[in-house]
């Protein structure tokens, strides 16, 4: 390498990269480390980048793809390895890192065990058990943020809160979401707020725990039992919103429900108010149909009514009636006249009978009767010589006149 | 009519109402008075719920802790929504 000598002590930032790296590669023989992969990404490159790390420090860490192919096994995250490596600088950004050619996996890396064996206690003492899982209230009024109030999440929660339901008040309650401080603050955080509620003194509905999305070690805070025991406690339900689709961090399982971004967060904590405002939309239209087609119904119900014979045609009843009072009259005329008929009948019979009994059909034949006038317009009927003497008035009766005579003989014959 | 629960939002609660309406107009045994009533209740219903939703203001509020006998320490909280310049546009259908 030709190093032209710099005027005044002056290095570029090339030339003082290249010569750390050039120190590195010499000081440095090619070396095992030991240490746990987080952060590895997998570009299409075909090389692997990842950071080694212990309790305390971490390095970044490359390896290449011809290499890669033979431990792809072993690089995987939270897995403890021990690497063969050349320490390097990567020169274009001053990046101190290892260029890795071998991988051996060295069991279960310390941080990760430590977290297993944490899921497994809080597990055992029932923190992730379904059944306690509090449900989510549907129409909130106030929802505690506990979040950094400068974040990235914070602003993602708002907006979105504020667009699906700004019937709800939002309470922030600002903590620290990584770093060492981070726990305490967010247990705080969590217990501040069900303190206000539990008092009375501020109600909210549903907390919001979390944070923007972020490596592994960014999200480590959301690992931890503080936090757990905060959720664990909270009397108000709790949505986990810790931004990592791919691991599922304590807190998300003890949470009431996981969400994977704040996004999401937002959207199962709330209602939809334009969907709620079409269905209202709907609703309306619906029960406008309703009374219309009741309206309807009736209507049909009044024309099929009104069809009906009977108002159709209402005098029909009447003749019919009419001609029911024709026939009993009838009935009652031929049964109450018929006693009489036959009596009328027997009179005329007995007045014939009588008529050709009586005397004056005699006379109507041709023969008289004589009666002999008494004093005071007395008469006797003549019906022997003896009963006249010459001299006395009679009245012969003929048929249809009388003749006065005086006797003036008495014969016999 | 709907029992409101201790926690249940006025909204809540109207919604409910809400469905209750629509189950009694729905089962057939409703003369043609009471059907009347009960679209006008809920009419009534939906506008106020319509009108709650469409008024309602965000209040946003930082919590910067509690005084002795627990009284919560508020401040308003500053965040410029997009939400208030697409107001018109919120509640529209497309959303």
């Given at each position: 390498m ?10 570029t ?6 010569l750390v ?6 000081d ?11 952060n590895l ?8 980048y990842?950071?080694l ?17 033979r431990?792809?096994?072993?690089l ?7 690497i ?21 996996l ?32 549907k129409?909130p ?21 504020g667009?699906?339901?700004p019937?709800a ?31 009375g003194?501020?109600?909210?509905d549903l ?5 923007g999305?972020?490596?592994q070690e960014?999200?480590w ?18 949505i ?20 994977v971004?704040?996004t ?6 709330t209602?939809?108010?334009?969907s ?5 939309q709907?609703?309306?239209?619906y029960l406008?149909k309703?009374?219309?087609s009741?309206?309807?119904?009736l209507?049909?119900?009044?024309k ?26 009838l009935?009652?005329k031929?049964?109450s006249?018929a006693?009489?008929?036959s009596?009328k009948?027997?009179?005329?019979f ?14 109507k ?27 006395d008035?009679?009245?012969i ?6 003749i ?7 014969q016999?014959? | 009519m ?34 009347l009533?009960l ?12 009108s ?24 308003k ?5 997009t939400?208030k ?5 919120l ?5």
């Amino acid at each position: 390498m030709s190093m032209a000598e710099p005027p005044e002590g002056h290095l570029t930032v090339t030339q003082l990269n290249e010569l750390v790296k050039l120190r590195l590669e010499e000081d440095f023989p090619r070396l095992w480390v030991g240490g746990e992969i987080t952060n590895l990404s997998l570009p299409g490159s075909g090389h692997a980048y990842f950071t080694l790390k212990d309790e305390s420090c971490s390095v970044r860490a490359v390896m290449f793809k011809p290499y890669l192919m033979r431990h792809r096994k072993q690089l995987q995250e939270g897995k403890q390895v021990l690497i063969r490596c050349k320490p390097g600088l990567y020169t274009n950004r001053g990046e101190f890192q290892l260029l890795a050619d071998e991988a051996r996996l060295q069991g279960v890396g310390e941080q990760q065990l430590l977290l297993m064996q944490l899921k497994e206690k809080l597990k055992a003492k029932g923190y992730f058990e379904p059944s306690r899982k509090k449900q989510i209230p549907k129409f909130p009024k106030r929802i505690a943020l506990i979040t950094s109030a400068t974040g990235s999440a914070i602003r993602d929660l708002l907006e979105v809160l504020g667009k699906r339901w700004p019937l709800a008040a939002i309470v922030i309650r600002s903590c620290r979401v990584q770093g060492e401080l981070a726990p305490g603050e967010i247990s705080a955080a969590i217990h501040l707020v069900n303190k206000v509620h539990n008092l009375g003194k501020l109600d909210v509905d549903l907390l919001i725990v979390g944070r923007g999305g972020g490596s592994q070690e960014d999200l480590w805070a959301f690992n931890n039992e503080l936090v757990a025991d905060a959720i664990y406690h909270s009397t108000i339900p709790v949505i986990s919103a810790v931004g990592h689709e791919d691991d599922l961090t304590i807190a998300d399982l003890v949470a009431d429900f996981r969400a994977v971004t704040p996004t999401e967060a937002a959207c199962a904590a709330t209602p939809d108010a334009a969907s709620i405002l079409a269905f209202l939309q709907e609703t309306e239209t619906y029960l406008a149909k309703a009374v219309s087609s009741k309206v309807t119904g009736l209507r049909e119900h009044l024309k099929l009514l009104s069809n009906r014979k009977c108002f159709k045609t209402p005098t029909e009843w009447i003749h019919l009636k009419l001609q029911r009072i024709d026939d009993l009259s009838l009935r009652f005329k031929s049964a109450s006249l018929a006693p009489l008929n036959s009596l009328k009948e027997k009179i005329i019979f007995l007045r014939e009978k009588l008529e050709s009994l009586s005397p004056l059909s005699t006379l109507k034949r041709g023969y008289s009767i004589t009666l002999k006038l008494l004093p005071e317009k007395q008469t006797k009927l003549v019906t022997k010589p003896e009963d006249v003497s010459p001299g006395d008035f009679v009245k012969i009766l003929l048929g249809e006149a009388s003749i006065l005579a005086q006797v003036k003989d008495i014969q016999d014959q | 009519m709907a029992t409101r629960k201790k926690n249940e939002s006025s909204f809540e609660s109207s919604l409910k109402e809400l469905e209750e309406v629509v189950q009694s107009l729905e089962s057939s045994q409703v003369n043609l008075e009471e059907h009347l009533k009960l679209y006008e209740k809920g009419v009534t219903l939906i506008h106020l719920c319509q009108s709650t939703l469409k008024d309602a203001e965000k209040r946003i509020e930082l919590l910067t802790g509690v005084d002795e006998s627990g009284n919560p320490r508020l401040e308003k909280f500053g965040h410029e929504s997009t939400v208030k310049k697409e107001e018109k546009g919120l509640f529209s259908m497309e959303d």
